[in-house]
């Protein structure tokens, strides 16, 4: 989901990136008032944690690999403000030393990535902590935002593409989001696997993080709130209201309605032939919906075949 | 993968290398300003662009094969980005546009990357003020990055080589455990490295 140079424009450059440093400065505060200095060298080994763990790739079907972004999973370690900074300096240096996702779409990249992938994610997973306690309501809390927040980064910049008018939102919206609604499913399973494997090798490392971030005051929740719903009003919003008549040109125009369904092959609902709704992106956003649910009730389940019973408990 | 695979030519001397780095920065980050805002009727400017790439590219003396195959390594990701653009109206045009625009932008950060340390773009950084925190959490992390990497790949391998299995179950869940040890062994890499920062007179 790394967005290269070249595809936003001006005007998205300009917003992405003072969204961004907003949301930085916001996180670099929130650590350094509740970061003891001895975790000060952690943030620097997380962060190449991270980037080691997204360079070992996993078997998907087909062939084909995907790879960790843990967004999520440095949430549930860290706490919210670190998961930000530690997505920010991985996502600088793979811009600055591997040419990896653009400098112009830096700012793109770590509001999708690490707050609105990072901070929202890390919402849900309170929400869902907040009904579901224990090891298995940990496992099953993270697993399923870290699917949440795969598909909320992949929204988001689809709707960055389309406001920068390189790709229309009736193409951008239904192709990442399917795609990403899969990809999701793997990050979910790997986040889960991950905390599970930490929970029986280090569950003081588990243990440690809820009671430093119980203590995030209003002012942060605030400010990210703020700042995540800024961007999807400026990016998601527009487009949110007006797409069934612009896909349905588009559709006419080059018949691709067939194409454009390829992606969406194995998602929770495979084909579009939901009753009544013709257009890709409705049914994009109802596969979207069900989806929630049903994953929702299989990390449910995933956490219940990972953990055993009498595991114990580490909050 | 070699652990210095991606900056290994940024310490090479020529007169390229010896610009100092916030010249560099600058230069780079003008170049890909510009490249962005060109329009496509103006495509001229993109073959000025990459004239001016590859002179810098001949100047920095810099293995030719090596930013090939960076370049090469890294235009799947610009091609699956840019495929989307196909299926709207005047696809192939705004195709061509992006892909031209991207690569020229991927060349201009690759030559900035391997002709220069990146210790020293931390410093330009750090004089511009980007926060104290967030150099010092750049700078580790750019010195443990491929003693972590090598890390993963050494428990990678050694599982490898006592398990049998090649079921995919059995691939995820060894995959989960290795990232889940990785990360016990970082944090406690961090306390020994602040302890060792706080013996040599950190703060």
Known sequence: ?315 | MRPDFFDRHSRLDSPIHRLPASVKLAAALVMVLGLVMVTAERWPAFVVAGVLLLGVAVASRIPPGFLVKRLLWLEPFVLGVAFLALFQPDGGRVFAVLVTRSTLCLFTMILLSSTTPFADLLDVLRRVRVPALLITTLALMYRYLFVLVAEAERMRRARASRTFTSRRAQLWKSLGTVIGQLFVRSTERAERIYAAMCARGWR
Not at chain 1, 93 to 117: E, H, K, R, S, Y
Not at chain 1, 138 to 161: E, H, K, N, R, Y
């Open chain 1, 1 to 315: 989901m790394h967005i290269p140079d070249g595809f936003l424009d001006g005007k998205t450059i300009a917003a992405t990136g003072a969204l961004a440093a907003g949301g930085v400065a916001v996180a670099l505060r929130q650590v350094r008032r509740q970061l003891p200095p001895r975790k000060v060298p952690l943030l620097g080994l997380a962060a190449a944690f991270i980037f080691a763990a997204q360079m070992l790739n996993f078997p998907v079907a087909g062939g084909t690999s995907g790879h960790l972004v843990g967004g999520v999973l440095a949430a549930v370690l860290l706490g919210p403000g670190a998961a930000v900074v530690v997505l920010t300096a991985v996502l600088i240096v793979q811009c600055f030393l591997f040419a990896d996702g653009g400098v112009t779409a830096l700012g793109a990249n770590i509001f999708n990535m690490g707050v609105v992938g990072g901070v929202g994610g890390y919402a849900i997973y309170r929400v869902v902590r907040r009904v579901f306690t224990g090891t298995r309501g940990l496992v099953m809390a993270a697993a399923f935002a870290a699917w949440c927040a795969t598909a909320l980064s992949a929204i988001s910049c689809a709707g960055q593409l389309a406001f920068s008018g390189t790709v229309v939102w009736s193409v951008a919206f239904p192709a990442m989001v399917n795609v990403h609604l899969l990809i999701g499913l793997g990050e979910a399973l790997i986040t889960a696997l991950v905390i599970v494997a930490i929970a029986r090798a280090r569950p003081a490392l588990l243990a440690a993080t809820p009671e430093e971030d119980t203590s995030l005051g209003y002012e942060p929740v605030l400010l990210f709130g703020l700042l995540i719903s800024l961007g999807l009003a400026l990016f998601v919003a527009p487009f949110a209201s007006s797409w069934p008549d612009g896909l349905e040109k588009v559709a006419e125009r080059l018949g691709f309605a067939e194409h454009a369904a390829d992606p969406v092959l194995g998602a929770p609902i495979p084909d579009y032939a939901v009753p009544g709704i013709s257009t890709a992106g409705m049914a994009t956003a109802l596969a979207g919906l069900i989806g929630t649910v049903v994953v929702f009730g299989l990390a449910f389940v995933l956490a219940r075949v990972l953990v055993p019973k009498s595991a114990p408990e580490t909050s």
